[in-house]
Nanobody
Framework: QLQLVESGGGLVHPGESLRLSCVAS????????IGWFRQAPGKEREGVSC????????AYADSAKGRFTISRDNAKNTVYLQMNNLKPEDTAVYYC???????????????????WGRGTQVTVGT
């Protein structure tokens, strides 16, 4: 049973940075694509970024391009989301999710993913 646990969220001011981590247990992440999603109050859960099982492909939502960077360390069974220049619009619960490898490229639709963490809160404001 694959389990995912997010960490690294918190309260920051606009323009500051956070680094989110997603640690997997139960199975190695070597064979899973990983996605980061977020959900703000009253809004649908949306894909932010994803990375292929090998780390060779990554994708970003338009809102994340140029500010966020996804990476993974399969040896540590961990994926990261570096978030720079945070804006109030980034406020949301951030989730990581895993999809058993079916293709080398990852995708952002949430329905593609099978396993989910419980989320970590990111709040950008004062």
């Amino acid at each position: 049973q694959l389990q995912l646990v997010e960490s690294g969220g918190g309260l920051v001011h606009p323009g500051e940075s956070l680094r989110l981590s997603c640690v997997a247990s139960g199975y190695t992440l070597d064979y899973y694509n990983i996605g980061w999603f977020r959900q703000a109050p009253g809004k649908e859960r949306e894909g932010v970024s994803c990375i292929s099982s090998s780390g060779g492909h990554a994708a970003y939502a338009d809102s994340a391009k140029g500010r966020f960077t996804i990476s993974r360390d399969n040896a540590k069974n961990t994926v990261y989301l570096q978030m720079n220049n945070l804006k109030p619009e980034d406020t949301a619960v951030y989730y990581c999710a895993a999809r058993l490898l079916v293709q080398y490229e990852c995708g952002l639709p949430k329905y593609e993913y099978d396993y989910w963490g419980r989320g970590t809160q990111v709040t950008v404001g004062t």
